[in-house]
């Protein structure tokens, strides 16, 4: 896993860090929240773990569509990782929502993508969309993944 600028690459190469990096986005005020619009993932899943829905489109750099989004959350790390086995592979976005506030006051908007290009050669990455606050991926999250990596590489 390398970070280049707002980008993971070699983002899922096991389902345990991929999960351990979506976490370290979080701090304990934080929601991490799967945005589902598109048919496709089991919807009683979906709807059992629904947190908020929303028709306000978050993602400006998509065509805006008129449609209903259910954020939901997954009850814990673990389901998590058991989901991403069965069921959820990328593309797809997440955001990092502090509680109780409205899907347009989210910290980060994640994107991971499985066929991203990186040294001329196709990966899986994760990019950070949007930030809240400019820089803070930089300084609270990159240093979190730095160390996830460095033990992930021992």
């Given at each position: 896993?390398?970070?280049?600028?707002?980008?993971?690459?070699?983002?899922?190469?096991?389902?345990?860090?991929?999960?351990?990096?979506?976490?370290?986005?979080?701090?304990?005020?934080?929601?991490?929240?799967?945005?589902?619009?598109?048919?496709?993932?089991?919807?009683?899943?979906?709807e059992e773990?629904?947190?908020?829905?929303?028709?306000?489109?978050?993602?400006?750099?998509?065509?805006?569509?008129?449609?209903?989004?259910?954020?939901?959350?997954?009850?814990s790390?673990?389901?998590?990782?058991?989901y991403?086995?069965?069921?959820?592979?990328?593309?797809?976005?997440?955001?990092?929502?502090?509680?109780?506030?409205?899907i347009?006051?989210?910290?980060?908007?994640?994107?991971?993508?499985?066929?991203?290009?990186?040294?001329?050669?196709?990966?899986?990455?994760?990019?950070?969309?949007?930030?809240?606050?400019?820089?803070?991926?930089?300084?609270?999250?990159?240093?979190?993944?730095?160390?996830?990596?460095?033990?992930?590489?021992?």
């Open positions: 896993m390398i970070i280049q600028d707002d980008m993971i690459v070699h983002f899922n190469e096991n389902v345990e860090l991929e999960a351990e990096v979506l976490y370290s986005f979080l701090s304990d005020e934080d929601d991490l929240l799967f945005g589902e619009w598109i048919s496709g993932l089991p919807l009683e899943f979906i773990r629904t947190v908020l829905l929303s028709t306000q489109w978050i993602f400006d750099w998509l065509p805006e569509q008129q449609t209903k989004i259910y954020w939901y959350k997954p009850r790390k673990e389901e998590l990782k058991q991403f086995l069965k069921n959820l592979y990328p593309p797809y976005y997440c955001v990092v929502l502090p509680r109780g506030k409205e347009t006051e989210y910290k980060y908007i994640l994107y991971a993508y499985e066929h991203a290009e990186f040294n001329n050669e196709e990966c899986t990455a994760l990019f950070v969309m949007k930030e809240s606050i400019l820089g803070s991926f930089k300084r609270d999250v990159k240093p979190i993944l730095e160390k996830l990596i460095k033990k992930q590489s021992n």
